[in-house]
């Protein structure tokens, strides 16, 4: 049985739409390779469905006209899953406050990335200061939980209220803002497969659980080659042999062929037998570091390369809840970030797709101040970090540390709404389109 999976809270019915059930065939056949879910997308609505209407913003109130959005821009979200410690991504050195509630945990200074007098950049980060970066201080929500299903859920969904209630996940908002039609417009790479935050109304989302997913379409391996084969003729079967078959059965057909051709644009686009450029795709994934997150990220410069109207890209990155033995972790995983990012973008600069993609993170909350042994507690206000055509440097407003709140937190000085609100602006979208609320992009980020 398939694990493809509908997972928008609509009631289930005997006759879905041929658009519905094509999108859910070629989900279907991608899935044989590793796990994918079809997370949303449909040209008309389920009956009696509970999604909020298109026509209207989640706050009740009639959506603003769309800004045209600038053509090709894309959106790379990398999820730092567990909950990233913002006080040792970007550490204030000069604190002697932090040093008396961390002191074994805190960098020499001079190992740091100093940006000014007060701040410096995790030293695993160098690569990525100097490509530049910016970093949104004081990120969080000011009624946040501390517990991770809480967070996660709020963070997807982009609950900037605890009284919000949504069905679609703001990234997936986001991309019903931006769908044209295109066969696909967010993905999801890694984790279980399955993200919430791309569930969307009618733009066809999609998650797979590793970069590698149909990874036999595309091996020289004699039986998978026959494999393939097979698929391509299920596919592309003859007008007559078309001809008198259902809507359905033509609509999985055409699945299955769009299976395989998805397959190739994880693999690189590479046409069969042309030696030189499989050597170059070779070359280019060999730029990447040997992680799961530099894997993830060469399959996302794939598609983004193919230009197949794919607009935003989700990408997990786990690890983060450093309850022990957090500063050596915490190192390297901010040394796997930098890694695969700066081959990321020195691979997109060399198909001038880097001034068309906004590189963003996300982490469903920060940690405490004070330290628990070897590491630290579920906190409050994180950082949040941001490569591309950005403004480099600080930006928001650092929390305090001598008014922490009763939980012994720090508290949020820019809260996610605005940080979503300022991703938003990148494709020009209105923040009131896809959060409620008055959320305000952070001025002076984006160049």
């Given at each position: 049985?398939?694990?493809?999976?509908?997972?928008?809270?609509?009631?289930k019915?005997?006759?879905?739409?041929?658009?519905?059930?094509?999108?859910?065939?070629?989900?279907?056949?991608?899935?044989?390779?590793?796990?994918?879910?079809?997370?949303?997308?449909?040209?008309?609505?389920?009956?009696?469905?509970?999604?909020?209407?298109?026509?209207?913003?989640?706050?009740g109130?009639?959506?603003?006209?769309?800004?045209?959005?600038?053509?090709?821009?894309?959106?790379?979200?990398?999820?730092?899953?567990?909950?990233?410690?913002?006080?040792?991504?970007?550490?204030?050195?000069?604190?002697?406050?932090?040093?008396?509630?961390?002191?074994?945990?805190?960098?020499?200074?001079?190992?740091l990335?100093?940006?000014?007098?007060?701040?410096?950049?995790?030293?695993?980060?160098?690569?990525?200061?100097?490509?530049?970066?910016?970093?949104i201080?004081?990120?969080?929500?000011?009624?946040?939980?501390?517990?991770?299903?809480?967070?996660?859920?709020?963070?997807?969904?982009?609950?900037?209220?605890?009284?919000?209630?949504?069905?679609?996940?703001?990234?997936?908002?986001?991309?019903?803002?931006?769908?044209?039609?295109?066969?696909?417009?967010?993905?999801?790479?890694?984790?279980s497969?399955?993200?919430?935050?791309?569930?969307?109304?009618?733009?066809?989302?999609?998650?797979?659980?590793?970069?590698?997913?149909?990874?036999?379409?595309?091996?020289?391996?004699?039986?998978?080659?026959?494999?393939?084969?097979?698929?391509?003729?299920?596919?592309?079967?003859?007008?007559?042999?078309t001809?008198?078959?259902?809507?359905?059965?033509?609509?999985?057909?055409?699945?299955?062929?769009?299976?395989?051709?998805?397959?190739?644009?994880?693999?690189?686009?590479?046409?069969?037998?042309?030696?030189?450029?499989?050597?170059?795709?070779?070359?280019?994934?060999?730029?990447?570091?040997?992680?799961?997150?530099?894997?993830?990220?060469?399959?996302?410069?794939?598609?983004?390369?193919?230009?197949?109207?794919?607009?935003?890209?989700?990408?997990?990155?786990?690890?983060?809840?450093?309850?022990?033995?957090?500063?050596?972790?915490?190192?390297?995983?901010?040394?796997?970030?930098?890694?695969?990012?700066?081959?990321?973008?020195?691979?997109?600069?060399?198909?001038?797709?880097?001034?068309?993609?906004?590189?963003?993170?996300?982490s469903?909350?920060?940690?405490?101040?004070?330290?628990?042994?070897?590491?630290?507690?579920?906190?409050?206000a994180?950082?949040?970090?941001?490569?591309?055509?950005?403004?480099?440097?600080?930006?928001?407003?650092?929390?305090?540390?001598?008014?922490l709140?009763?939980?012994?937190?720090?508290?949020?000085?820019?809260?996610?709404?605005?940080?979503?609100?300022?991703?938003?602006?990148?494709?020009?979208?209105?923040?009131?389109?896809?959060?409620?609320?008055?959320?305000?992009?952070?001025?002076?980020v984006?160049?």
């Amino acid at each position: 049985m398939s694990d493809t999976q509908n997972t928008h809270d609509f009631p289930k019915s005997r006759h879905p739409s041929r658009r519905r059930f094509l999108l859910g065939a070629g989900a279907t056949a991608t899935a044989i390779g590793g796990g994918a879910y079809l997370l949303g997308g449909s040209a008309e609505r389920w009956p009696d469905a509970v999604a909020p209407s298109s026509s209207e913003s989640p706050s009740g109130a009639p959506k603003k006209p769309l800004t045209p959005v600038p053509e090709g821009r894309t959106l790379v979200v990398i999820d730092l899953n567990g909950g990233n410690d913002g006080l040792a991504t970007l550490e204030p050195y000069g604190s002697g406050r932090l040093r008396s509630l961390r002191e074994n945990m805190m960098h020499d200074p001079e190992d740091l990335v100093v940006l000014d007098d007060e701040m410096g950049l995790n030293p695993s980060l160098a690569g990525l200061h100097q490509q530049g970066l910016a970093v949104i201080e004081g990120v969080g929500l000011t009624d946040g939980g501390l517990s991770h299903f809480e967070m996660e859920n709020r963070w997807a969904y982009g609950m900037t209220s605890s009284a919000d209630d949504y069905s679609t996940g703001f990234l997936g908002r986001l991309c019903d803002e931006l769908d044209v039609g295109a066969p696909l417009t967010g993905l999801a790479i890694g984790g279980s497969g399955y993200s919430r935050a791309l569930l969307a109304n009618k733009a066809v989302t999609a998650g797979l659980r590793n970069a590698e997913a149909g990874w036999y379409f595309r091996s020289e391996d004699a039986w998978y080659q026959q494999y393939r084969r097979s698929v391509l003729a299920m596919g592309n079967g003859s007008a007559s042999e078309t001809a008198g078959n259902s809507a359905l059965t033509a609509s999985a057909r055409l699945g299955a062929a769009q299976a395989v051709e998805f397959a190739d644009m994880l693999g690189g686009l590479v046409p069969d037998g042309d030696e030189a450029a499989e050597a170059a795709e070779q070359e280019r994934r060999e730029t990447y570091p040997g992680t799961e997150l530099g894997q993830k990220l060469a399959a996302t410069a794939s598609l983004l390369r193919a230009d197949a109207g794919l607009r935003v890209v989700q990408v997990s990155h786990g690890g983060f809840d450093t309850h022990d033995d957090q500063p050596g972790s915490h190192d390297y995983l901010m040394m796997e970030l930098n890694d695969a990012l700066v081959a990321f973008r020195n691979d997109l600069a060399n198909t001038d797709l880097d001034r068309s993609t906004l590189i963003a993170t996300t982490s469903e909350f920060g940690r405490r101040p004070r330290s628990s042994g070897s590491g630290t507690d579920h906190g409050n206000a994180s950082v949040a970090m941001l490569a591309g055509p950005i403004v480099a440097g600080r930006h928001g407003e650092s929390p305090s540390l001598t008014k922490l709140d009763n939980e012994d937190n720090l508290s949020p000085t820019v809260g996610m709404s605005d940080y979503y609100a300022t991703l938003a602006s990148w494709f020009g979208v209105d923040a009131s389109n896809v959060l409620s609320g008055n959320a305000t992009p952070i001025e002076g980020v984006i160049a």
